[in-house]
C-alpha cells in the first residue's frame, strides 16, 4: 500500500496526521495555492501534475495504490481529474468529504448552481455584499459593479481584482461566531455570498446571517462523477488497511 493524499484542507491535514501517527507510506500533495501551506508530518509534494494524464503518470511513476482525495468540495478539477486518473491506472479512490450545510428555517438563503448565478441573484439596487467566495471567483461580480463587497482573501492578491468598489481582508479560517458578527455588522454587510463549503471552519458567517436576518445567496456545489466517499477519517483508514486504534 503507498497513497497519495491530494490536500489543502483541514480534513487532509487531519488524515495526514492520523497517517503519519500509524507510519503509513503516505504522500501529501498541495496545489500551491497558498503562499505557506502548512506542514506536514508526512513527505509532501507541492504543485499540478498536469491533468488527468499527467496524475496517472504520477500514480504509475510512485507506484499510487491508494489515492485518496481530500480537496475541498467546489475543487471541481482536481476532483474530476482523480476519478479519471484512478479508472486509467487501476488506483483504488476514496474521497473524504463534509456534509454540506443544511438550511434551517431561520435561514435566508437564495440557493443557486454557481457563481454566475450568485452574481445574477445579488438586487439591482447598491447594497453591501460579503463575497466569501475566493478570489478566482470573482469575475462574474464585475456585472453588477454597483455594490461595494468585502472580500476575504487567504494571501493578500497581486493583481487588480476585477470588481470596481472592494475592501479585502486578509485573513484564514477558521473564523469565529463573534469575530464574523463584529465584521458584517461594523461594515453593514447587507448581502451574503458564500458557497456551500459544509464543515465548521467556514461557518461562523452562516450563522452570523442567520441570527442578524441577512439573506445568504448559498452556491451549490459541483457535480462530480459517482466515487466512493466518506465523511469519516477512520473509514479512510480502514480503507488504506489500518485500523485507527493501532495508533491510538
Ligand atoms: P481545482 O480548480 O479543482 O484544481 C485546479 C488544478 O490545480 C488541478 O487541475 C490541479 O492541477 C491542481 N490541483 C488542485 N488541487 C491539487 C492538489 N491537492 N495537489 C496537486 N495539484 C492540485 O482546485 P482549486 O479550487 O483551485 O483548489 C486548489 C487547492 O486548494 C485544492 O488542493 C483544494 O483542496 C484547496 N482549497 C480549495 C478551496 C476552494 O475554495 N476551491 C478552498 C480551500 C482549499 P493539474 O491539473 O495540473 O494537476
Redesign the pocket.
Known amino acids: 500500500m503507498r497513497a497519495l493524499i491530494?490536500?489543502?484542507?483541514g480534513e487532509?491535514n487531519r488524515l495526514a496526521d492520523a497517517a503519519a501517527r500509524l507510519r503509513l507510506d503516505a504522500i501529501y500533495?498541495?496545489?500551491?495555492?497558498t503562499e505557506s501551506p502548512a506542514p506536514q508530518s508526512l513527505p509532501t509534494r507541492i504543485?499540478?501534475?498536469?491533468?488527468t494524464d499527467?496524475?496517472a503518470d504520477y500514480i504509475r511513476t510512485e507506484r499510487i495504490t491508494h489515492l485518496v482525495d481530500?480537496?475541498?468540495p467546489?475543487?471541481?478539477?482536481?476532483?474530476r481529474?482523480a476519478v479519471a486518473a484512478c479508472a486509467a491506472t487501476g488506483a483504488a479512490l476514496i474521497a473524504l468529504e463534509r456534509p454540506p450545510w443544511r438550511r434551517s428555517p431561520a435561514d435566508n438563503w437564495i440557493e443557486v448552481e454557481d457563481v454566475a448565478a450568485a452574481a445574477a441573484a445579488l438586487p439591482d439596487q447598491h447594497a453591501r455584499v460579503f463575497l466569501a467566495i475566493?478570489r478566482?471567483h470573482l469575475a462574474p461580480f464585475a456585472a453588477k459593479p454597483q455594490h461595494a463587497y468585502t472580500l476575504r482573501l487567504a494571501d493578500a492578491p497581486d493583481e487588480a481584482l476585477p470588481l470596481r468598489e472592494a475592501s479585502i481582508i486578509v485573513s484564514r479560517g477558521p473564523f469565529a461566531l463573534a469575530g464574523d458578527l463584529d465584521l458584517i455588522r461594523s461594515r453593514g454587510i447587507e448581502w451574503i455570498v458564500a458557497?456551500n463549503?459544509g464543515g465548521s471552519g467556514a461557518f461562523a458567517k452562516i450563522e452570523a446571517a442567520r441570527q442578524l436576518c441577512l439573506p445568504v445567496v448559498m452556491i451549490g456545489r459541483p457535480a462530480l462523477p459517482e466515487r466512493r466517499a466518506t465523511e469519516s477519517i477512520d473509514d479512510v483508514l480502514a480503507f488504506l488497511g489500518h485500523d485507527a486504534c493501532l495508533g491510538a
Open positions: 491530494l490536500g489543502g484542507t487532509a500533495s498541495y496545489a500551491g495555492r504543485g499540478g501534475f498536469g491533468g499527467g496524475l481530500a480537496t475541498h467546489f475543487a471541481a478539477e482536481i476532483r481529474n475566493g478566482q458557497r463549503a
